[in-house]
Nanobody, 123 residues
Framework: QVQLVESGGGLVQAGGSLRLSCVSS????????MGWFRQAPGKEREFVAA????????RYADSVKGRFSISRDNDKNTVALQMNSLGVGGPAVYYC????????????????WGQGTQVTVSS
């Protein structure tokens, strides 16, 4: 069974940066795509970014393109989300997600979830 543990969330000022990290255990990390999703209070969870098993292909939500960057380290079983130029917004919980295929980047291809880490951007 996959275990995913996120870290790095917190309070940041608008325009600032934050780096989220996720450690995976319980299965062969390098064999699966990984992703990040987020959920604001009262809203559905939405796709943010994903990366295939090798790290050579990524996909982003339009709202974060050019500002966020996803990366992975298969030796350390970690996936990171670098978030730059953060806009003002209420709290959102960011979830690390484990894919069911090595190269599936569609939102429906993620079935394992961490507990989430909260990010709040202040003005």
């Amino acid at each position: 069974q996959v275990q995913l543990v996120e870290s790095g969330g917190g309070l940041v000022q608008a325009g600032g940066s934050l780096r989220l990290s996720c450690v995976s255990s319980g299965r062969a990390f390098s064999g699966y795509a990984m992703g990040w999703f987020r959920q604001a209070p009262g809203k559905e969870r939405e796709f943010v970014a994903a990366i295939i098993w090798s790290g050579t292909r990524t996909r982003y939500a339009d709202s974060v393109k050019g500002r966020f960057s996803i990366s992975r380290d298969n030796d350390k079983n970690t996936v990171a989300l670098q978030m730059n130029s953060l806009g003002v917004g209420g709290p959102a919980v960011y979830y690390c997600a484990g894919g069911v295929h090595p190269d599936g980047l569609g939102g429906g291809g993620f079935k394992s979830w961490g507990q989430g880490t909260q990010v709040t951007v202040s003005s």
